[in-house]
């Protein structure tokens, strides 16, 4: 298995994990309830979220990587071993966390703003061209971002800890679950969140939430998210942190 940091070519893999494996997530369901009538916008604008997560410098975007069974040990003709991105994390980074940023010449840099930049622009004229996403309820979606503002401004950010890793997203493809690769992905954090002194903390489904106190993860806080048109719908989402550091 190796772990790396994303790139565009690892787009469309990352958006079928995530239209794959998301919905069992009772927040995203909540969400997008819309999502197999419009399943082509679905994965559309996954990749444009990855995109956008990929080319920006306060996000690490991260994936596993595994050959597939039958061919672990039968390079091809270019004496290379097929693999494909199994799973990936997205960690929203803030503070000096120079640990858990992508490495790159200045060459490298300015290509990747020129993406950003370009990004940036063809997101906004898809929303000018096509409109408002179908696949997604417009006010719960916008009812989410509200509330992934209030957690972000309680729980992170350098008025609260001087740096901090923020799993915002992490999936992995069903045939390839339970066998190392969402752990990896969380040790890399770890590891990396060490050396910097860094808070790590994320919200999982109440599913996921067993998997991750067995990796080190308390529970620091719970949170409801109530729709303001109906509610009758009260999602439950804890909040979990691997360890604590010193506050500034």
Partial sequence: ????????????????????????????AYIYPYRDDFPD?????????IRSDIFDPSVAVIVAEMAPEASISEPNEAGNIPTRVVSFATWKLTGPCKHGLQKMSWKMWAYSTIF????EIQSSLTHELCGLRRDA???????????????????????????SYHLALLATAEPYQRRGAATALINW??????????????EPNLLAEKFYLNRGFSRVGEHFLVSEGDPSVKLKVPVLQYQHVTTV
Avoid at 116 to 119: G, S
Avoid at 140 to 157: C, I, N, P, V
Avoid at 189 to 202: H, I, L, Q, R
């Fill in 1 to 28: 298995m190796q772990i790396r940091f994303a790139t565009i070519r690892d787009i469309p893999a990352i958006a079928t994990i995530c239209c794959e494996n998301l919905a069992s997530d009772e927040v995203f």
């Fill in 189 to 202: 954090a770890v590891k990396n969140a060490e050396m910097d002194g860094a808070m790590v903390g994320t």
């Fill in 116 to 119: 950003r930049i370009t990004a």
């Fill in 137 to 163: 309820h417009q006010e719960r979606r916008a009812e989410f971002w509200k509330f992934g503002d209030m957690l972000d401004s309680k729980y992170y950010g350098e008025k609260k800890f001087k740096c």
């Fill in 41 to 49: 916008d679905h994965s559309f604008y996954w990749q444009e979220r």
